[in-house]
Every structure is written in structure tokens, then in C-alpha cells.
């Protein structure tokens, strides 16, 4: 008998030890399997490091360039060598740098370049003059681009977040949801195998015919099927949360418990502080802006196309034999007709036409959408109340039943209906509070709320 006790007391405290090492599931949980390594979440992030990435390489066309030029010739009239090494340095406002040695000996015939033999040391300046004034060149435009491309991808990857983890959180509730209906079921098979007890007891007895053993048993198989039916449908969500979060489900199923789907927490949410909020952090909504602000610095780059195209040179020049001396230029060429501006500039008026009307689209749907949430919540909030009240009704009917069939005044199919009308009603409960945490996740999720990585 003592033995008896202490395995019994043995393995509650293993399944005991076992239940407390476990930690229940919840959002926050998920929230660690949610990172970069998570090919789920790079896939959605993944762009804006390659635009970050061009950045860099953008500001290449800013890098100090050297140059090396040889020539030497010796042909049946003529005789020259010429070498040059130079460094040129751009800068932002387009004005670029030039600095270098060179030496020429000989005829030459594609300058008119003639040094002494020891060389000459030469300083010079380029300079676009309307770019200058504009503020605006090719390289600086190019890095700009960059720039805003690389901001306008972090509010998509922000936006590509923001519906994945909706998703994620969904699947998670589904989840939940199947998990309760799961144990709903195993306690009303439980209830037809511990009610074959009482009837095989009775048949024994003579109250009952021996065919209330066959419809005991008929009922226990067709709630087996119900409960494996329902768990396939656990499984299937199970498998499809599981591959969000990248997590093996052995070492979920050894760390973790799921909670009770009524155990979270219903919000209550403010129509109009809610629409300050996502005005404040819809992503997409930053990403329009950013759009906006390539289409200005668009606008500034084609502006340059309404003036001719003038540069200005300067170099001085210190040969170490003959002195100093300088050289200055002119280069000049503008586009008589300037279609590529005119076109360019309708180009972008229209563009900032049709983003102008997305914005305003974004926000109509914005609105409308949060206020079919928030009446869909409020009628669905009513129902979980109502819910509660019919819950303690049929569960009363199903008590009065079952004392009715154990003094002989009822039947089995009359339990049955009992049991599976208070089986539906829970079921439904349990609908309305899967609804509700749904509809307040795509509430946060109009909102802007996003994971941050």
C-alpha cells in the first residue's frame, strides 16, 4: 500500500515539476523569434539594407580619383614622350579639384603642352556655375537619391512588418481558438465514457435494456471522430504559427503552454485616438512623403536643365625651369528646344498629382476602415455579455438532464442534444472572443504597430 502511494506520489510531482517548468505562451514570447534570423522577417526587411548599402556607394563619386597618362611616340618626322600623374578631388557644390605633376619633351600633337626637363607642377579648379547656384550637380543628385530611396525602404520594410506581424498575431489567436476547442471536446467525450460506466452498471442491474450499451458506445466513437477532427484542425495551426516563429515544435512543446483564449486581455479603444495615432505611425503614410520628397529633389536636379550648361577652368601652373604661368577656360552648350525639361517637369507635376490622391485614398480607407472595426468590436463585445448569460443557461438545462436521465425520466438522445447545444454555445463564445482579439490586432495594426527589430 505504501508503495502504491509513493508511485502515485512520484509521478504527480514529475507531471507536476513538469508543468510549472513550462512558461505559457504569449505575445511577447513570439516577439524573440521575430528577429533578422527569422527568413520570414529579413524577407520583409531585407531591401532596406541594400538601398542603405548604395548609400555608400553613392558617395563613391565623391572619392579622390588618381590619374596616370604616358605617351611616347617616335615617328619618321616627329619624336615626344609625355607623362602626367594628377589627383582630382570632387566636392559637393560640383566644384572639382585637380593637382598633379606632368612633363612633356618632344612634339606634341594633341596639345600644346611643352615643359621644361625637370617638369611642372600644376593647381586647378573646375566649376559649374549654375550648378553652383542651384546647389544641385549629377553627383550630389545621385547621392541625394540614395539617400531618400533609403529612407522611403525603411518605411516599407516598417509597412512589410507591420502586416506580417498582424498576420503572425492572427495565427496565434487561431491557434489559441483550436487549442480550447480542442479541450471543449475531450470533456464532452470524456462525459459519454464516464457515463458508459453508469449505464453498463445499470444494464447489469436490469434498469436498462442491453441496447443502451450500443448507443453509449455509438456516441463515444462519433465524439472520438469530433475530437480528432479537431485536432488535425489544432495541428494544422499549430504547424502554420510554428513556421512564422521558425521554432521546431518539440522545443515549443518543451518549453512553452498556451494560455486559455479568454485569459487576454480585451482593450478598449478610442475611435479618435486612434486615428491620431496611425496618422502619427502608419509607415506607408511616411513612405509617401518620402516619395514626395524624391519628386522635389527631382524638381531641383531638372532645374539645372533651364540653363545652358557653363563651366569655367582654371589652372596655374609652376614649371621648375621657366616660372609660373596659368591657363584659364570657357566650355559652354545649352539645348535649344529644352523638351527634356519641359517633359520632365510635367513628368513630375503629374507625380505629384497622382501621389497627392494615394495620400488622400490612404486616408479615406484609413478612416473607413477603423470605423467598421470599432462598430464591428462594439457589436461583437455585446455578444461575448449575452454569450455569458446564455453559457450559465444550457448548462443549467444540460444539469437538469442529466438528473432527469439518472432517475429514468429521460434518455440518451436527450442528453446528447443537451450536451452538444452546450458544447455549440461554448464554441460560439469562444468565436466571438477570437473575433474581438482579431479585430483589435487589425485595429493596432491600422494603427501603424509593427515589430521593432
Same mark, same amino acid.
Given at each position: 500500500?505504501?508503495?502504491?502511494?509513493?508511485?502515485?506520489? *512520484?509521478?504527480?510531482?514529475?507531471?507536476?515539476?513538469?508543468?510549472?517548468?513550462?512558461?505559457?505562451?504569449?505575445?511577447?514570447?513570439?516577439?524573440?523569434?521575430?528577429? %533578422?534570423?527569422?527568413?520570414?522577417?529579413?524577407?520583409?526587411?531585407?531591401?532596406?539594407?541594400?538601398?542603405?548599402? =548604395?548609400?555608400?556607394?553613392?558617395?563613391?563619386?565623391?572619392?579622390?580619383?588618381?590619374?596616370?597618362?604616358?605617351?611616347?611616340?617616335?615617328?619618321p618626322i616627329s619624336t615626344g614622350e609625355f607623362s602626367d600623374? #594628377?589627383?582630382?578631388?570632387?566636392?559637393?557644390?560640383?566644384?572639382?579639384?585637380?593637382?598633379?605633376?606632368?612633363?612633356?619633351?618632344?612634339?606634341?600633337?594633341?596639345?600644346?603642352?611643352?615643359?621644361?626637363?625637370?617638369?611642372?607642377?600644376?593647381? !586647378?579648379?573646375?566649376?559649374?556655375?549654375?550648378?553652383?547656384?542651384? %546647389?544641385?550637380?549629377?553627383?550630389?543628385? /545621385?547621392?541625394?537619391?540614395?539617400?531618400? &530611396?533609403?529612407?522611403?525602404? /525603411?518605411?516599407?520594410?516598417? &509597412?512589410?512588418?507591420?502586416?506580417?506581424?498582424?498576420?503572425?498575431?492572427?495565427?496565434?489567436?487561431?491557434?489559441?481558438?483550436?487549442?480550447?476547442?480542442?479541450?471543449?471536446?475531450?470533456?464532452?467525450?470524456?462525459?459519454?465514457?464516464?457515463?458508459? +460506466?453508469?449505464?453498463?452498471?445499470?444494464?447489469?442491474?436490469?434498469?436498462?435494456?442491453?441496447?443502451?450499451?450500443?448507443?453509449?458506445?455509438?456516441?463515444? *466513437?462519433?465524439?472520438?471522430? =469530433?475530437?480528432?477532427?479537431?485536432?488535425?484542425?489544432?495541428?494544422?495551426?499549430?504547424?502554420?504559427?510554428?513556421?512564422?516563429? &521558425?521554432?521546431?515544435? +518539440?522545443?515549443?512543446? @518543451?518549453?512553452?503552454?498556451?494560455?486559455? @483564449?479568454?485569459?487576454?486581455?480585451?482593450?478598449?479603444?478610442?475611435?479618435?485616438?486612434?486615428?491620431?495615432?496611425?496618422?502619427?505611425?502608419?509607415?506607408?503614410?511616411?513612405?509617401?512623403?518620402?516619395?514626395?520628397?524624391?519628386?522635389? @529633389?527631382?524638381?531641383?536636379?531638372?532645374?539645372? #536643365? %533651364?540653363?545652358?550648361?557653363?563651366?569655367?577652368?582654371?589652372? !596655374?601652373?609652376?614649371?621648375?625651369?621657366?616660372?609660373?604661368?596659368?591657363?584659364?577656360?570657357?566650355?559652354?552648350?545649352?539645348?535649344?528646344? =529644352?523638351?527634356?525639361?519641359?517633359?520632365?517637369?510635367?513628368?513630375?507635376?503629374?507625380?505629384?498629382?497622382?501621389?497627392?490622391?494615394?495620400?488622400?485614398?490612404?486616408?479615406?480607407?484609413?478612416?473607413?476602415?477603423?470605423?467598421?472595426?470599432?462598430?464591428?468590436?462594439?457589436?461583437? &463585445?455585446?455578444? *461575448?455579455?449575452?454569450?455569458?448569460?446564455?453559457?450559465?443557461?444550457?448548462?443549467?438545462?444540460?444539469?437538469?438532464?442529466?438528473?432527469?436521465?439518472? $432517475?429514468?425520466?429521460?434518455? @440518451?438522445?436527450?442528453?446528447?442534444?443537451?450536451?452538444?447545444?452546450?458544447?455549440? $454555445?461554448?464554441?460560439?463564445?469562444?468565436?466571438?472572443?477570437?473575433?474581438?482579439?482579431?479585430?483589435?490586432?487589425?485595429?493596432?495594426?491600422?494603427?501603424?504597430?509593427?515589430? /521593432?527589430?
Amino acid at each position: 500500500m505504501k508503495t502504491t502511494f509513493l508511485r502515485y506520489f *512520484i509521478v504527480i510531482c514529475i507531471f507536476s515539476h513538469d508543468a510549472f517548468s513550462k512558461e505559457i505562451f504569449t505575445v511577447d514570447h513570439m516577439k524573440h523569434y521575430l528577429t %533578422e534570423e527569422n527568413p520570414y522577417i529579413y524577407t520583409a526587411v531585407g531591401k532596406q539594407y541594400i538601398d542603405a548599402a =548604395r548609400i555608400q556607394s553613392a558617395q563613391g563619386g565623391f572619392d579622390t580619383k588618381l590619374s596616370v597618362d604616358y605617351d611616347k611616340k617616335e615617328y619618321p618626322i616627329s619624336t615626344g614622350e609625355f607623362s602626367d600623374i #594628377s589627383f582630382s578631388k570632387p566636392t559637393e557644390n560640383g566644384t572639382e579639384f585637380i593637382v598633379g605633376y606632368r612633363k612633356a619633351e618632344g612634339i606634341q600633337e594633341y596639345n600644346n603642352i611643352k615643359t621644361s626637363s625637370e617638369g611642372e607642377f600644376r593647381v !586647378g579648379v573646375k566649376v559649374p556655375v549654375f550648378s553652383l547656384l542651384n %546647389e544641385m550637380n549629377e553627383r550630389k543628385y /545621385t547621392l541625394d537619391t540614395a539617400k531618400v &530611396n533609403a529612407t522611403q525602404s /525603411t518605411f516599407e520594410s516598417q &509597412n512589410n512588418l507591420r502586416n506580417l506581424y498582424a498576420h503572425i498575431v492572427t495565427s496565434y489567436y487561431q491557434l489559441l481558438y483550436y487549442n480550447e476547442v480542442l479541450k471543449l471536446e475531450k470533456r464532452l467525450l470524456h462525459k459519454a465514457t464516464k457515463r458508459n +460506466k453508469f449505464i453498463e452498471k445499470r444494464v447489469r442491474s436490469g434498469d436498462l435494456p442491453d441496447v443502451a450499451i450500443l448507443e453509449s458506445k455509438q456516441q463515444i *466513437i462519433n465524439r472520438e471522430q =469530433r475530437v480528432l477532427r479537431t485536432k488535425n484542425n489544432y495541428s494544422q495551426a499549430l504547424q502554420i504559427f510554428l513556421k512564422y516563429i &521558425n521554432l521546431p515544435q +518539440k522545443e515549443f512543446d @518543451l518549453k512553452y503552454v498556451l494560455p486559455s @483564449l479568454k485569459m487576454l486581455k480585451k482593450e478598449k479603444i478610442v475611435f479618435q485616438n486612434v486615428i491620431t495615432v496611425a496618422l502619427e505611425n502608419r509607415p506607408d503614410l511616411k513612405a509617401l512623403e518620402s516619395k514626395r520628397a524624391k519628386l522635389d @529633389l527631382d524638381t531641383a536636379y531638372n532645374s539645372l #536643365s %533651364e540653363y545652358p550648361n557653363l563651366n569655367l577652368f582654371a589652372y !596655374g601652373i609652376h614649371d621648375i625651369h621657366y616660372g609660373d604661368g596659368i591657363k584659364v577656360g570657357l566650355q559652354f552648350d545649352i539645348p535649344l528646344e =529644352r523638351r527634356s525639361y519641359k517633359g520632365k517637369m510635367i513628368e513630375i507635376q503629374k507625380g505629384m498629382t497622382q501621389l497627392e490622391e494615394e495620400k488622400n485614398r490612404l486616408l479615406w480607407e484609413l478612416k473607413t476602415n477603423l470605423r467598421n472595426l470599432m462598430y464591428s468590436l462594439d457589436i461583437i &463585445n455585446q455578444n *461575448i455579455d449575452l454569450g455569458y448569460k446564455e453559457t450559465k443557461i444550457v448548462e443549467s438545462l444540460e444539469e437538469v438532464e442529466n438528473k432527469k436521465y439518472e $432517475v429514468g425520466s429521460s434518455d @440518451l438522445f436527450q442528453i446528447n442534444q443537451r450536451e452538444m447545444g452546450t458544447l455549440e $454555445v461554448k464554441r460560439r463564445q469562444l468565436e466571438y472572443y477570437l473575433n474581438a482579439l482579431m479585430i483589435q490586432q487589425e485595429i493596432k495594426k491600422e494603427m501603424g504597430e509593427f515589430i /521593432t527589430l
